[in-house]
């Protein structure tokens, strides 16, 4: 397996933190920035790099909600559940995304891995509530009906892509 | 690079000629809300529309403008995030709502070269048109002081903050005051930590500047994780070095040569303005080694969080910048002793910071003629929930919460009724009407069992099941906790699945009592603040709305009709027409039927989505 990876990515990002074990949280989220996950294969390699046990990288990429060990979809579709789109009723908007590309609570990422839907805590732009996020583009004041007509476009530019 | 005190003031002097010199500014919002709704695109689009026109524009203050610029801005939120994207047009002062990439043209021919007003743009509200920014009812009623360059400086531009008097503070602490004088100066303005526990910002630069250490730092917190809370990254992304020009200070009267920011992941807006704000300062010498040609030296980072409200502790907060897992520790000792790589560390929050510079150049008794007794000066909130008018305000403390939502808010939207509001996110409390007239300061809300927290508002209207918001906070901490101590990992796992039986219509009798068991020993035991007041939603709601619990437990019955598992779907047979439009819409297969005779529900199947509602051409189909 580690014969097949490339680590020219890694290197660069380890070079540029200067292996140093205070950043690897920043190591971390830049290794995902460019996978949009983080590859199993980084883990030997960065303890070796940055003398650390294996075991601590990895107590640090389990603690953090942002870092995910699976592959995510090129769309990842980010639901605010805060208070204040929750008080706006984002739930049916988490239901709609969920039913359009058949998901659930359990199964976040599709097979064909385009999509991956998710929930967050809160987005900060609660006065347009109920939002949710695609990709790095917030979108406001959702409703379900906005949310297939969302997915319906988003699928058409990754046929035409 | 600024060598000196006398070389700042020049600068300053050339920068201020210039920005009063600016005699046409279009200024966008750029805070999150009107990114989201296109404020971006707008910008680049009257950037286009005015250079097409032969205009010249500038983006950045320029010293020496050649004839007529017309000034194109990025700003910070402006607040009403509600009406957004939104356009401030100044001389003038008039504040153009809802602006859409169609209406560029129109802004730029009669605004821009007109002078004309546009009045389908103006907000209104019943009859009433406004034009003038400062006339709407949603600002005149708010004390700008934090916030007040938030919305009308480039965000972007160290220029602009300096013109407008920006790091005249920082002149101050360096050249005229020592290291005991600022410190004493933010004990006597009483300047309360604004990241909600409201302790005083004095004593804990008093505690770091009295320890004899060679290495300290000064932290701010950013990690503003509470739902419902986005105060903190308007500030950071707004008039990110007002915040800045606080840490330096900070740094000056503590003796610390090191700042970290600890900013949350999902403000990648607020990231990116930090990092331009840090790296104008160091290139004018503001920041970096040997400020103005002095011996002091500062230097700033930038530590992204990786999403965990935990961080927002301060032991949990330190021990992610120094890239492990965020887990609280037991204090004593004290961050100010035992903080960032075990040494003496100043923690506060972004708006906390961003008071110093106002306390510093206009003196603690200024400061102590704004807000109320104990607690001085201003809040920022963000208000949100089922209002009129939802942003970002700033009240001066002991403010009303019936004038911040009826007055600043506008009140319920769709004439909904009051219900109540929650403050103070995960850890604070809903309060009900009979609290409207209470002042809001840190004292007050403490004794009603509630605390600002970091400042989110969350009004609540009749349709909102307080066993559900209950329900809503638990699930929110229960994920989020960090799982180190047993009170907190344990027992917030077990109200939550108390929670979710009584929502889904299985409460048992004696849930009540076992909730508010488990919530007392919650508080009592558990390690970090956050682990303390995790149950405080769930006391709050029981203490004011213990009948909607009992109606969930006992009558399976939801007051609000809002608990999804307690709805329950019927057919009237007499207005069904048999046409099973219900039962191809339906996700589950529960309606079944025969053509032109009257269809069912198999409730055992329906999870109550209202689909089959929304399908039926004869409205058939009732929810009770």
Same mark, same amino acid.
């Given at each position: 397996?580690?014969?097949?990876?490339?680590?020219?990515?890694?290197?660069?990002?380890?070079?540029?933190?200067?292996?140093?074990?205070?950043?690897?949280?920043?190591?971390?989220?830049?290794?995902?920035?460019?996978?949009?996950?983080?590859?199993?294969?980084?883990?030997?390699?960065?303890?070796?790099?940055?003398?650390?046990?294996?075991?601590?990288?990895?107590?640090?990429?389990?603690?953090?909600?942002?870092?995910?060990?699976?592959?995510?979809?090129?769309?990842?579709?980010?639901?605010?559940?805060?208070?204040?789109?929750?008080?706006?009723?984002?739930?049916?908007?988490?239901?709609?995304?969920?039913?359009?590309?058949?998901?659930?609570?359990?199964?976040?990422?599709?097979?064909?891995?385009?999509?991956?839907?998710?929930?967050?805590?809160?987005?900060?732009?609660?006065?347009?509530?109920?939002?949710?996020?695609?990709?790095?583009?917030?979108?406001?004041?959702?409703?379900?009906?906005?949310?297939?007509?969302?997915?319906?476009?988003?699928?058409?530019?990754?046929?035409?892509? | 690079?600024?060598?000196?005190?006398?070389?700042?003031?020049?600068?300053?002097?050339?920068?201020?000629?210039?920005?009063?010199?600016?005699?046409?500014?279009?200024?966008?919002?750029?805070?999150?809300?009107?990114?989201?709704?296109?404020?971006?695109?707008?910008?680049?689009?009257?950037?286009?529309?005015?250079?097409?026109?032969?205009?010249?524009?500038?983006?950045?203050?320029?010293?020496?403008?050649?004839?007529?610029?017309?000034?194109?801005?990025?700003?910070?939120?402006?607040?009403?995030?509600?009406?957004?994207?939104?356009?401030?047009?100044?001389? +003038?002062?008039? #504040?153009?709502?809802?602006?859409?990439? *169609?209406?560029?043209? %129109? !802004?730029?021919?009669?605004?821009?070269? /007109?002078?004309?007003?546009?009045?389908?743009?103006?907000?209104?509200?019943?009859?009433?048109?406004?034009?003038?920014?400062?006339?709407?009812?949603?600002?005149?009623?708010?004390?700008?002081?934090?916030?007040?360059?938030?919305?009308?400086?480039?965000?972007?531009?160290?220029?602009?903050?300096?013109?407008?008097?920006?790091?005249?503070?920082? +002149?101050?602490? #360096?050249?005229?005051?020592?290291?005991? *004088?600022?410190?004493? %100066? !933010?004990?006597?303005?009483?300047?309360? /930590?604004?990241?909600?526990?409201?302790?005083?910002?004095?004593?804990?630069?008093?505690?770091?500047?009295?320890?004899?250490?060679?290495?300290?730092?000064?932290?701010?917190?950013?990690?503003?994780?509470?739902?419902?809370?986005?105060?903190?990254?308007?500030?950071?992304?707004?008039?990110?070095?007002?915040?800045?020009?606080?840490?330096?200070?900070?740094?000056?009267?503590?003796?610390?040569?090191?700042?970290?920011?600890?900013?949350?992941?999902?403000?990648?807006?607020?990231?990116?303005?930090?990092?331009?704000?840090?790296?104008?300062?160091?290139?004018?010498?503001?920041?970096?080694?040997?400020?103005?040609?002095?011996?002091?030296?500062?230097?700033?980072?930038?530590?992204?969080?990786?999403?965990?409200?935990?961080?927002?502790?301060?032991?949990?907060?330190?021990?992610?910048?120094?890239?492990?897992?965020?887990?609280?520790?037991?204090?004593?000792?004290?961050?100010?002793?035992?903080?960032?790589?075990?040494?003496?560390?100043?923690?506060?929050?972004?708006?906390?910071?961003?008071?110093?510079?106002?306390?510093?150049?206009?003196?603690?008794?200024?400061?102590?003629?704004?807000?109320?007794?104990?607690?001085?000066?201003?809040?920022?909130?963000?208000?949100?929930?089922?209002?009129?008018?939802?942003?970002?305000?700033?009240?001066?403390?002991?403010?009303?919460?019936?004038?911040?939502?009826?007055?600043?808010?506008?009140?319920?939207?769709?004439?909904?009724?009051?219900?109540?509001?929650?403050?103070?996110?995960?850890?604070?409390?809903?309060?009900?009407?009979?609290?409207?007239?209470?002042?809001?300061?840190?004292?007050?809300?403490?004794?009603?069992?509630?605390?600002?927290?970091?400042?989110?508002?969350?009004?609540?209207?009749?349709?909102?099941?307080?066993?559900?918001?209950?329900?809503?906070?638990?699930?929110?901490?229960?994920?989020?906790?960090?799982?180190?101590?047993?009170?907190?990992?344990?027992?917030?796992?077990?109200?939550?699945?108390?929670?979710?039986?009584?929502?889904?219509?299985?409460?048992?009798?004696?849930?009540?009592?076992?909730?508010?068991?488990?919530?007392?020993?919650?508080?009592?035991?558990?390690?970090?603040?956050?682990?303390?007041?995790?149950?405080?939603?769930?006391?709050?709601?029981?203490?004011?709305?213990?009948?909607?619990?009992?109606?969930?437990?006992?009558?399976?019955?939801?007051?609000?009709?809002?608990?999804?598992?307690?709805?329950?779907?019927?057919?009237?047979?007499?207005?069904?027409?048999?046409?099973?439009?219900?039962?191809?819409?339906?996700?589950?297969?529960?309606?079944?039927?025969?053509?032109?005779?009257?269809?069912?529900?198999?409730?055992?199947?329906?999870?109550?989505?209202?689909?089959?509602?929304?399908?039926?051409?004869?409205?058939?189909?009732?929810?009770?």
């Amino acid at each position: 397996m580690h014969d097949n990876f490339d680590f020219s990515v890694t290197d660069k990002i380890l070079s540029e933190y200067k292996c140093s074990q205070q950043s690897i949280i920043a190591i971390l989220q830049e290794i995902q920035e460019h996978y949009h996950y983080l590859p199993r294969e980084v883990f030997p390699y960065l303890a070796g790099k940055l003398d650390m046990s294996e075991a601590k990288i990895y107590s640090v990429a389990t603690f953090y909600e942002n870092f995910s060990l699976e592959q995510k979809g090129k769309y990842v579709i980010k639901i605010c559940d805060g208070t204040a789109c929750h008080v706006r009723h984002s739930l049916p908007i988490l239901e709609r995304f969920r039913q359009e590309l058949g998901l659930s609570a359990d199964k976040h990422t599709t097979d064909d891995l385009n999509f991956t839907v998710e929930t967050v805590s809160c987005l900060g732009a609660c006065g347009l509530a109920p939002v949710i996020m695609v990709n790095d583009e917030v979108y406001s004041a959702m409703t379900p009906e906005k949310a297939s007509e969302l997915i319906k476009k988003l699928k058409e530019e990754l046929a035409n892509a | 690079m600024l060598k000196s005190r006398s070389e700042l003031s020049a600068l300053r002097e050339e920068y201020s000629k210039a920005y009063a010199a600016q005699s046409r500014r279009l200024i966008v919002c750029a805070g999150t809300g009107c990114v989201a709704g296109g404020s971006m695109k707008i910008y680049d689009r009257l950037k286009e529309l005015l250079r097409e026109r032969g205009l010249s524009v500038a983006v950045e203050l320029e010293v020496d403008p050649h004839g007529d610029i017309i000034d194109l801005k990025k700003s910070g939120c402006h607040g009403f995030c509600e009406i957004g994207p939104l356009l401030r047009i100044d001389p +003038e002062g008039w #504040l153009y709502t809802k602006v859409q990439l *169609s209406d560029c043209e %129109e !802004i730029v021919e009669k605004t821009v070269l /007109g002078g004309e007003h546009i009045d389908r743009l103006a907000y209104k509200c019943g009859c009433n048109t406004y034009k003038k920014h400062q006339d709407i009812p949603f600002y005149k009623n708010q004390t700008h002081i934090v916030l007040d360059q938030c919305g009308t400086i480039n965000a972007d531009s160290i220029r602009e903050y300096i013109a407008v008097g920006g790091y005249t503070a920082l +002149e101050k602490a #360096l050249f005229d005051m020592s290291p005991e *004088s600022i410190t004493d %100066e !933010i004990k006597k303005s009483n300047l309360r /930590g604004r990241g909600g526990g409201g302790f005083p910002a004095g004593r804990k630069w008093e505690q770091v500047r009295r320890q004899n250490v060679s290495q300290k730092y000064v932290v701010c917190n950013g990690d503003e994780g509470d739902p419902g809370a986005f105060m903190d990254g308007s500030i950071m992304g707004g008039d990110p070095h007002r915040m800045i020009e606080g840490m330096i200070i900070a740094g000056i009267a503590t003796g610390a040569s090191e700042g970290y920011i600890y900013v949350r992941a999902e403000y990648p807006l607020a990231v990116e303005r930090l990092r331009t704000a840090i790296t104008q300062a160091e290139e004018l010498g503001i920041l970096g080694n040997n400020i103005l040609g002095t011996d002091f030296s500062f230097n700033l980072h930038i530590s992204r969080g990786a999403g965990a409200f935990v961080c927002g502790e301060g032991s949990a907060l330190t021990a992610s910048i120094e890239g492990k897992r965020g887990f609280p520790r037991v204090k004593p000792p004290r961050t100010t002793e035992h903080g960032l790589f075990d040494k003496p560390t100043v923690l506060n929050n972004v708006e906390t910071f961003a008071n110093v510079p106002l306390i510093i150049l206009n003196g603690a008794d200024w400061y102590l003629g704004i807000g109320s007794e104990t607690s001085p000066g201003t809040k920022a909130f963000a208000l949100t929930g089922n209002i009129m008018n939802t942003g970002l305000i700033e009240v001066p403390m002991g403010t009303t919460l019936r004038e911040i939502i009826f007055g600043i808010g506008g009140g319920m939207r769709d004439g909904a009724k009051f219900k109540a509001v929650q403050i103070g996110g995960p850890s604070g409390a809903c309060l009900t009407s009979e609290y409207l007239d209470l002042p809001l300061d840190f004292d007050t809300l403490k004794k009603v069992g509630a605390m600002i927290g970091s400042g989110g508002l969350v009004v609540m209207d009749d349709k909102t099941c307080m066993v559900e918001v209950a329900r809503f906070f638990m699930n929110f901490t229960q994920n989020e906790s960090c799982g180190k101590c047993v009170p907190c990992r344990e027992g917030t796992k077990r109200m939550l699945e108390i929670l979710e039986r009584i929502v889904a219509g299985e409460g048992r009798d004696g849930d009540i009592e076992l909730l508010e068991e488990l919530a007392d020993t919650i508080v009592n035991t558990a390690l970090c603040g956050l682990g303390k007041s995790a149950p405080n939603p769930i006391i709050s709601t029981i203490k004011n709305f213990r009948e909607e619990y009992e109606a969930h437990i006992y009558e399976k019955r939801c007051p609000a009709g809002a608990c999804q598992k307690l709805k329950k779907i019927y057919i009237e047979p007499e207005l069904c027409k048999g046409c099973s439009k219900c039962a191809r819409q339906c996700p589950v297969d529960a309606i079944s039927g025969k053509i032109k005779e009257p269809f069912t529900i198999d409730l055992s199947k329906c999870i109550r989505c209202g689909s089959c509602i929304d399908a039926c051409p004869f409205k058939a189909i009732k929810e009770a």
